[in-house]
């Protein structure tokens, strides 16, 4: 238990002391406004290149993601169909079909899949 302990304290100190090593050596970048302003073509910018973000946007990504995992828990079930009956292949389905039309019409009740301007 001594021995484990001490390997720890050492990968630790070895460790904290490569970091503080580093953060005194690295190259320090002093910020500026022209510097972090965007470049269009020597020209100062018509409009700010920070734009809001679309939160519609984020939710079909979202969306798409959950669908996607669905999907990637879909493909190793037909793998196992071999060794089911038709009624469990059946009921599983259906309840897998229930569960993804029911959150899309959750999510289309809440107003997500609308694309407002």
Known sequence: MTFLSMMAFIIATISFLI???LNLTSKKSFSDREKSS???????PKSSAR???SIQFFLIAII???FDVE???????VKNTQMMSITE?????IILMFILITGTAH????????WKT
Request: charged share 10%.
């Open 51 to 53: 734009l809001p973000f």
């Open 71 to 77: 999907i990637t828990l879909i493909l190793p079930y």
């Open 64 to 66: 798409f993601l959950i």
């Open 38 to 44: 965007p470049f269009e073509c020597g020209f100062d």
């Open 89 to 93: 292949i059946s009921m599983n389905f």
């Open 19 to 21: 970091i503080f090593i």
């Open 107 to 114: 999510e289309w009740n809440q107003g997500a899949l609308n």
